[in-house]
C-alpha cells in the first residue's frame, strides 16, 4: 500500500505511520464496512463543495471532507490492491500522464 497523500503536520504520523494504521483499519472493520465508509465521506464532500458553491460555508470547510476522502480513498485502493497489485498505481500513472498530455507536455519529467 501506498499514500496518496503525505501527511506533514507534525502531531500526526508520519507518511509509514499513517499507511500501517490505514491496513490497520481496513484489517479491523473489513472491506465492506470501509468501502461504505469511503461512499460516505464522498457524499460528504459532494455535499460540502456544493455547500461551498451555495456561498453557504467558506472554502476552508471543504477541507476537513478532503481530508475523510483521501483516507478513505487510500484505504479503497489498498482493498483494490489486495486483489489486483498494482492496479490503482498503474492507473493513476496513466490518468497523470493523460493530463500532462493536455496541459500539453509542459511539466514532462526529466
Ligand atoms: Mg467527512
Same mark, same amino acid.
Given at each position: 500500500m501506498k499514500l496518496y497523500f503525505k501527511p506533514t503536520d507534525h502531531r500526526n504520523p508520519d507518511s509509514e505511520e499513517a499507511t500501517l494504521l490505514l491496513i490497520e483499519a481496513v484489517d479491523k472493520w473489513g472491506t465492506e464496512d470501509q468501502l461504505r465508509m469511503a461512499q460516505e465521506e464522498a457524499g460528504e464532500l459532494i455535499a460540502a463543495i456544493n455547500q461551498y458553491l451555495r456561498q453557504?460555508?467558506? $472554502? $476552508?470547510?471543504?477541507a476537513e471532507e478532503v481530508a475523510d476522502v483521501l483516507i478513505m480513498a487510500s484505504q479503497v485502493a489498498e482493498i483494490i490492491d489486495r486483489s489486483s497489485p498494482g492496479l490503482v498505481d498503474s492507473l493513476l500513472g496513466q490518468k497523470l500522464h493523460r493530463l500532462r498530455t493536455r496541459l500539453g507536455n509542459k511539466t514532462e519529467p526529466k
Amino acid at each position: 500500500m501506498k499514500l496518496y497523500f503525505k501527511p506533514t503536520d507534525h502531531r500526526n504520523p508520519d507518511s509509514e505511520e499513517a499507511t500501517l494504521l490505514l491496513i490497520e483499519a481496513v484489517d479491523k472493520w473489513g472491506t465492506e464496512d470501509q468501502l461504505r465508509m469511503a461512499q460516505e465521506e464522498a457524499g460528504e464532500l459532494i455535499a460540502a463543495i456544493n455547500q461551498y458553491l451555495r456561498q453557504r460555508i467558506p $472554502l $476552508l470547510d471543504v477541507a476537513e471532507e478532503v481530508a475523510d476522502v483521501l483516507i478513505m480513498a487510500s484505504q479503497v485502493a489498498e482493498i483494490i490492491d489486495r486483489s489486483s497489485p498494482g492496479l490503482v498505481d498503474s492507473l493513476l500513472g496513466q490518468k497523470l500522464h493523460r493530463l500532462r498530455t493536455r496541459l500539453g507536455n509542459k511539466t514532462e519529467p526529466k
